[in-house]
């Protein structure tokens, strides 16, 4: 059966699970009687839950104080605009909590690691691909292309929100289970950004463990965090990027091959994401504003559904029409100086023909296509169920359009 078939209608962008509200409703109940607390969004309060197991030291491992001093601040600005201006659901109060606290006991954890194991932050890097482009432009395929070929290498939906490595490393086996909780929540996950734990995923997840803004903004109305994020300065939310992508390439052996990366925050901070990667290859997604606007509202509007009851279809329209406009300005900007290689795709090229548009991007970054990658990318190609995946999520906004 189709991914199309099996899906329960989406009638509008906002539309959720029943689930949502009959799990909202029992945990509102039992905080009422006293079952268990509601949890918390004060910084102090989850550094303090989070913290219980790590010493003091791990806070500072690898890291300058600066950059210490980053996290906390964002931690603070982030929890406040949590409180007062997302309106979280008790469902979306608990998933915050959760995924702060996780967030930061990762945090600790790589400190905890870096001090016992410096040597991976020495741990020389192939200058890796940057795909630069909006989400729904067509990324998320170039991704998956480039890291069919061999001679690169990619970061899994495991590595890129379950980042500290362990013995023994069950974190396939976290990241499966998480998928399958979210999409028991929300049945229409799949179809707008398929994920499978050992799958090839952007690196999201590393840039939430720094508290940049992305992520966050995508599941809830925090206008206050986003303009702060977008003003300061990311330095230190790429510096701890690198950190993670050394520890992760020393840990699955593979820092020798170039890493494909791909975020579409990318274009929001590229100043800081190439001082930290000067020798990369950039490849730039292009695709009509128009269509890349109606895309990122549905997935925008189908995970603030979730998590707040007042989440409003004209406000995210709004947000992502300066969203988009905003990155565009600053990718450019970024761009004029920018001497190394660098190519550009179009998503209906893409569309027309893969392989031609593919070969062109090759070709202008200076990388061989071998016959072995090509393989390997016509193979990704014929057995992906990201273009199922795909047909159900362009009906659903067909459906949006004509008010179906």
């Known amino acids: 059966m189709s991914l199309t078939r099996s899906l329960p209608p989406r009638p509008h962008p ?19 009687k006293g079952w268990m607390p509601p949890p918390v969004l004060d910084a102090d309060e989850l550094w303090a839950i989070a913290a219980k ?26 929890t406040k605009a949590a409180r007062e201006e997302a309106d979280l659901n008790a469902l979306g109060r608990t998933m915050a909590h959760g995924q702060l606290v996780r967030t930061i006991k990762h945090r600790l954890a790589l400190g905890a690691l870096w001090n016992k194991q410096p040597e991976l ?5 192939a200058p890796p691909i940057i ?4 989400m729904r432009s067509g990324t998320t395929r170039i991704h998956k292309l480039l890291a069919a070929d061999p001679a ?25 289970a998480e998928i399958a909780l979210l999409s028991s929540l929300n049945p229409w996950l799949q179809s707008i950004h398929p994920i499978a734990s050992s799958a090839v995923e952007e690196e999201l997840g590393w840039l939430a463990g720094a508290l940049n803004h992305s992520i966050y903004e995508a599941q809830w109305h925090i206008p206050s965090y986003s303009a702060f994020s977008e003003a300061r300065a ?26 494909v990366l791909k975020v579409p925050v990318f274009s929001e901070n590229l100043p800081e994401l190439l001082a930290e990667f000067p020798e990369a290859r950039i490849i730039v997604a292009h695709r009509s504003k128009e269509a890349v606007h109606k895309s990122a509202v549905s997935l925008v509007a189908n995970q603030m559904a979730v998590q707040s009851d007042s989440a409003q279809l004209s406000w995210i329209e709004a947000e992502w029409h300066r969203k988009i406009a905003m990155r565009d300005a600053r990718r450019e900007a970024a761009l004029a100086s920018w001497a190394g290689p660098i190519a550009h795709l179009e998503f209906d090229a893409l569309n027309a023909d893969w392989e031609a548009a593919i070969s062109a991007a090759y070709k202008e970054l200076g990388i061989a296509l071998s016959d072995k990658a090509l393989r390997a990318m016509r193979a990704m190609m014929a057995k992906a169920d990201s273009r199922s995946a795909h047909a159900a999520h362009a009906e659903q906004l067909r459906g949006f359009a004509s008010g179906a």
């Open 234 to 259: 990311a330095g230190p939310v790429y510096a701890e990027f690198k950190r993670l992508l050394q520890t992760d390439a020393a840990h699955r052996g593979n820092a020798h091959r170039p890493r």
């Open 152 to 176: 690169h290498s990619h970061t899994r939906y495991c590595d890129a929100f379950h980042p500290v490595p362990a013995r023994p490393d069950l974190r396939l086996a976290k990241g499966a």
């Open 14 to 32: 906002l539309a959720r699970s029943p689930r949502i509200e009959k799990l909202s409703a029992f945990l509102e109940r039992a905080w009422d």
């Open 121 to 125: 932050l020495t741990t020389p890097l």
């Open 53 to 78: 197991r790590y010493a003091s030291e791990a806070e500072f491992g690898g890291r300058r104080e600066e950059d210490a001093a980053d996290f906390r601040l964002r931690l603070e600005r982030l």
């Open 131 to 134: 795909i630069i482009g909006h």
